[in-house]
């Protein structure tokens, strides 16, 4: 008991490093855990190991808004964050934006615990017919980011981009294939931009916490936003938290920027914390953590989900306290620094970290998706058509011939 | 900004041209070992199907070499007993290897 507990405690201190460090997603940190699982396994059992993954995966969803909003480093599951979240740190706000991420990631919690029962009952019921439309759906979903865009033209021109760019990069041989192209794509070029841009950070705005409440209304939406379209996301190749986002935030008329904070706060732990039940249901495995705790763990016995599903909830107690902590240090100081060196520095770090994980080959794709990532941002397409580069070889993957 | 604009479509589309021009070169690596496969790699091997298991149009086929066998997935069949190059993608399924196979091209139709 005392390792498990051990286990959880070293996780939440794990996903609050990986969650801080800018670029960096918790499927990286996964893939390293299960590489390395052989030597942890000399220390520790499975169940602690899987409980370190799980606690370390919720926490990293809670604190990963910090440096997308403050510096405009996401990784693909905050990239939408940076619009709203960004709009706000330019007026002072950043830490309202990130506590509003954190209310999304509480409310969560809770509609993980409904999703369960659903999941573990219903989805292997259904998941076997989900397979023979999933061409439908996907091609049905992407149509809808498309028409939803002002110009419709120019998003389709970065959806088929980013689509073949997804294409060239899944059929190279290349290690860890997916962090140059997202990084690339969501990362860096939004950093550029704020380099071009030379923004200055203005002093935050520090709150007390208790002063920053959204509306009951506003959490109502989100709840119902989150409701209909977090499902999508937690079994659905290809679609991410952003896409699940901007769907939910359209089934509800909700235009706030409150309200699509905290509903991509929720969508983010909703898709990991979803993650562990739909392994436990239908042995499907829709996130890098999933994959290692289902390497690591290999019954998952029901006893197992009880004990996840407490981990669940107890990281995300310790996490929000540490948001709340670090968002409240970090936002003090953005504004000390010298953003435009900051942002290159960041730069630099995420091209090593290519290069370190995917070598020349990577490093020549992060280099093509930045400037593809910089065409959208500057032909002001909304950046979630950059998923086209998954979205297109998931469509090509189940078409039905 | 538009300078910048017409840059970055540039070198995107180019790049991309030319990361699919790659895939044609780079795509398969030869395996050379099967004890030291790496998962999601795309790999080209040769070798003569021992066993195979149809579901339907789905089919379980082992593929054995000289540095021993490895369990391949298709959408094929007829191919037991056959010489046969492979080209696919290395997955994971039960904690063990196997190629999901993009192509399959008969060598030679008997024994060696």
């Given at each position: 008991m005392i390792f498990e507990f051990l286990a959880l405690f070293l996780g939440v201190i794990a996903g609050t490093i990986t969650g801080l460090?800018?670029?960096?997603?918790i499927n990286l940190v996964a893939i390293f855990l299960v590489s390395s699982s052989a030597f942890f396994l000399k220390f520790t059992s499975p169940l602690s190991l899987a409980i370190f993954i799980v606690s370390m995966s919720i926490t990293h969803t809670f604190l990963d808004f910090i440096p997308s909003i403050l510096l405009g480093a996401p990784d693909e599951d905050t990239s939408l964050s940076i619009l709203p979240g960004h709009e706000l740190l330019l007026k002072g706000r950043g830490y309202e934006a990130i506590i509003y991420t954190l209310y999304g990631s509480i409310i969560a919690i809770p509609i993980i615990l409904l999703f369960t029962p659903l999941f573990i009952f219903i989805l292997p019921k259904i998941f076997f017919y989900l397979k023979f439309i999933m061409f439908f759906i996907l091609v049905f979903i992407s149509s809808y980011l498309i028409i939803r865009e002002e110009n419709k033209l120019l998003a389709f021109l970065i959806f088929l981009l980013s689509g073949f760019l997804g294409l060239a990069t899944l059929n190279l041989s290349l290690k860890e294939s997916l962090l140059p192209l997202l990084t690339g794509l969501f990362g860096s070029s939004s950093l550029i931009t704020s380099i071009i841009k030379k923004e200055k950070i203005p002093k935050q705005k520090i709150l007390n916490f208790k002063k920053i409440k959204p509306k009951i209304r506003e959490i109502k939406n989100s709840i119902i936003a989150t409701i209909l379209a977090s499902p999508l996301c937690s079994?659905?190749?290809?679609?991410g938290s952003s896409q699940a986002a901007v769907i939910g935030s359209d089934m509800t008329k909700e235009k706030n920027k409150k309200e699509f904070l905290i509903l991509l706060g929720s969508i983010n732990t909703i898709v990991m914390g979803l993650s562990f039940v739909t392994l436990y249901s239908i042995?499907?495995?829709?996130?890098g953590s999933a994959v290692a705790v289902q390497k690591i763990l290999e019954n998952f016995t029901p006893n197992n989900l009880i004990i996840i599903l407490a981990t669940i909830i107890f990281s995300s107690i310790l996490a929000s306290f540490l948001t709340i902590f670090l968002a409240r240090f970090f936002s003090k100081n953005v504004s000390r620094i010298n953003y435009k060196y900051l942002s290159m520095a960041v730069l630099i770090f995420l091209a090593v970290v290519v290069f370190i994980f995917s070598n020349f080959l990577g490093l020549l794709i992060f280099i093509i998706a930045t400037f593809t990532g910089l065409a959208a941002i500057l032909l002001k397409v909304r950046r979630t058509n950059l998923m086209g580069c998954l979205m297109l070889p998931s469509i090509l993957l189940y078409l039905p011939i | 900004m538009e300078n910048l604009l017409k840059v970055s479509l540039i070198i995107s589309i180019l790049g991309i041209f030319f990361l699919l021009f790659l895939t044609n070169f780079l795509a398969y690596k030869e395996i050379t070992?099967?004890?030291?496969l790496t998962l999601n790699e795309k790999a080209r091997i040769e070798g003569k199907i021992i066993e195979e298991k149809t579901y339907g149009e789905f089919s379980v086929l082992k593929l054995k070499d000289e540095q021993g066998e490895i369990e391949i997935t298709c959408n094929c069949k007829n191919f037991l007993n056959k010489i046969v190059l492979v080209q696919g993608k290395i997955t994971e399924y039960k904690n063990q290897l196997q190629i999901q196979v993009e192509k399959i091209e008969v060598i030679e139709e008997n024994d060696i």
């Open positions: 460090i800018p670029g960096i997603h079994f659905l190749p290809a679609l042995q499907a495995t829709r996130t | 070992s099967l004890s030291n």
